[in-house]
């Protein structure tokens, strides 16, 4: 390694913690980022790329406040991207057949979604509500990975791959860097942003307050002529379209542990669920299968803040299901807090207070 010593280390190099190094260097700090793969290639590489929470009622607030900023943030983030990869964010909308679930209504859900600013409307589909989300985006996430490697090596921030947080370093109640596979190094601030497995770099943390949670995923080819124009969702599973027209087809959500194994039947399942949204599809070449963890939290709140005991170890993570939606916005919470500059949303429900005794 060139130099040790750093401001801050961010432990993980998914999209909570390449967004985080950004907004930290951006605020003049010395920063690291390290991972133990090649950087973008867990959870943020393996997700859909939705830019906004399937069924947005059904979560906690606070996710859905960090969602809808999110949302609102992602074209200046990408705006700044000092990179020639094209994300290729397109708003491309998002239907959702039968969204009515048991003990909701119409009112409440537009309610919801009003509150968080996402503009909709309802569609009679027969006996049925559809509803249009004409505002929501989706992102080619690998590329936009891709995106946030080349800035974070323009800017200059030191990327270390292959190389795994093993411990931190700790001196008098403060942490002082991080042990690696590759020798330890020196901070002033540590941020873990290890995805599903943060839970191991954050002492004191309840057993089961952070785990993978599995997603499968497959990715088609349709005719050109046979093109999906919009996200269309129904019962839990997802089309979402791509701009050269090949369509991505999710997800599982699975409580299996640390195994990525992708199922013939659950994939049959989605395949035969994704034909019969979209008939188009029956026939046309399945590319790709792949799965990977979100990191989920227990009250499904991701942890962003500083560690009640631990001066200078801060978290970015949980962002279950929508960790991609969020990541402009939890980038910016996180910044902000560490800067000690007031926030655009309040911070008090991530804190890890909630989880941890001071
Ligand atoms: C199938 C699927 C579909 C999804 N669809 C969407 C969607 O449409 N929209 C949306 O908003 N969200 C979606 N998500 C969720 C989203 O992908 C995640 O919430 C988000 O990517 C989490 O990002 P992260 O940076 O926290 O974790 P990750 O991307 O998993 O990154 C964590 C990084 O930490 C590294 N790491 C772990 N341990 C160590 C260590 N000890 N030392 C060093 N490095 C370490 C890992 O190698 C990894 O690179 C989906 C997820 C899945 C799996």
Same mark, same amino acid.
């Given at each position: 390694?060139?130099?040790?010593?750093?401001?801050?280390?961010?432990?993980?190099a998914?999209?909570?913690?390449? #967004?985080?190094?950004? %907004?930290?260097?951006?605020?003049?700090?010395?920063?690291?980022?390290?991972? /133990? $793969?090649?950087?973008?290639?867990?959870?943020?590489?393996a997700g859909?790329?939705?830019?906004?929470?399937?069924?947005?009622?059904?979560?906690p607030?606070?996710?859905? %406040?960090? %969602? !809808?900023?999110g949302?609102? =943030?992602?074209?200046?983030?990408?705006?700044?991207?000092?990179?020639n &990869?094209?994300?290729?964010? @397109?708003?491309?909308g998002?239907?959702?057949?039968?969204?009515?679930?048991?003990?909701?209504? #119409?009112?409440?859900?537009?309610?919801?979604?009003?509150?968080?600013?996402?503009?909709?409307? @309802?569609?009679?589909?027969?006996? !049925?509500?559809?509803? @249009? *989300?004409?505002?929501?985006?989706?992102?080619?996430?690998?590329?936009?990975?891709?995106? *946030?490697?080349?800035?974070?090596?323009?800017r +200059?921030?030191?990327?270390?791959?292959?190389?795994?947080?093993?411990?931190?370093?700790?001196?008098?109640?403060?942490?002082?860097?991080?042990?690696?596979?590759?020798?330890?190094?020196?901070?002033? =601030?540590?941020?873990? #942003?290890a995805?599903? @497995?943060?839970?191991?770099? &954050?002492p004191?943390l309840?057993?089961?307050?952070?785990?993978?949670? =599995?997603?499968?995923?497959?990715?088609?080819?349709?005719?050109?002529?046979?093109a999906l124009?919009?996200?269309?969702?129904?019962?839990?599973?997802?089309?979402?379209?791509? /701009?050269?027209?090949?369509?991505?087809?999710g997800?599982t959500?699975?409580?299996?542990?640390?195994?990525?194994?992708?199922? %013939?039947?659950a994939?049959?399942?989605?395949?035969?669920?994704?034909?019969?949204?979209?008939?188009?599809l029956?026939?046309?070449?399945i590319?790709?299968?792949?799965?990977?963890?979100?990191?989920?939290?227990?009250?499904e709140?991701?942890?962003?803040?500083? $560690?009640?005991?631990?001066? +200078?170890l801060?978290?970015?993570?949980?962002?279950?299901?929508?960790?991609?939606a969020?990541?402009?916005?939890?980038?910016? *919470?996180?910044?902000d807090?560490?800067?000690? /500059?007031?926030?655009?949303?309040?911070?008090?429900?991530?804190?890890?207070? /909630?989880? &941890?005794?001071?």
């Amino acid at each position: 390694m060139s130099s040790n010593r750093f401001d801050i280390i961010v432990v993980g190099a998914g999209i909570a913690g390449l #967004t985080s190094a950004l %907004a930290l260097q951006r605020d003049g700090a010395r920063v690291a980022v390290l991972d /133990r $793969h090649r950087a973008g290639t867990e959870a943020s590489w393996a997700g859909g790329g939705i830019l906004c929470p399937l069924y947005a009622w059904r979560y906690p607030q606070p996710v859905l %406040a960090l %969602a !809808a900023e999110g949302m609102r =943030r992602y074209p200046n983030l990408l705006a700044s991207l000092d990179s020639n &990869i094209d994300p290729e964010r @397109w708003v491309s909308g998002m239907e959702i057949l039968d969204p009515v679930g048991e003990g909701e209504t #119409t009112e409440l859900i537009s309610a919801t979604l009003a509150s968080a600013g996402i503009a909709h409307q @309802w569609r009679q589909q027969g006996d !049925a509500h559809a509803l @249009w *989300l004409p505002e929501v985006a989706n992102v080619r996430n690998p590329y936009l990975l891709d995106a *946030l490697i080349d800035t974070l090596r323009a800017r +200059g921030i030191n990327l270390y791959e292959q190389c795994a947080a093993e411990g931190l370093l700790l001196n008098a109640g403060r942490v002082t860097g991080v042990a690696t596979s590759q020798g330890d190094l020196q901070a002033e =601030r540590v941020v873990i #942003t290890a995805g599903a @497995w943060s839970e191991a770099l &954050i002492p004191g943390l309840p057993m089961g307050s952070l785990f993978p949670v =599995r997603g499968q995923m497959l990715r088609l080819e349709p005719r050109p002529e046979n093109a999906l124009d919009r996200i269309l969702m129904d019962d839990g599973v997802y089309l979402i379209p791509r /701009r050269d027209g090949s369509v991505v087809v999710g997800s599982t959500v699975e409580y299996a542990g640390f195994d990525k194994t992708v199922d %013939a039947e659950a994939q049959e399942r989605l395949h035969a669920h994704a034909c019969r949204l979209w008939p188009q599809l029956a026939g046309a070449r399945i590319t790709h299968r792949w799965a990977g963890l979100r990191p989920g939290s227990s009250d499904e709140i991701p942890l962003l803040g500083e $560690h009640p005991s631990i001066a +200078g170890l801060w978290t970015n993570t949980g962002g279950f299901r929508n960790g991609l939606a969020m990541a402009p916005a939890t980038a910016e *919470l996180l910044a902000d807090r560490m800067a000690d /500059r007031p926030t655009a949303l309040d911070p008090t429900p991530y804190r890890l207070e /909630r989880l &941890i005794d001071a």
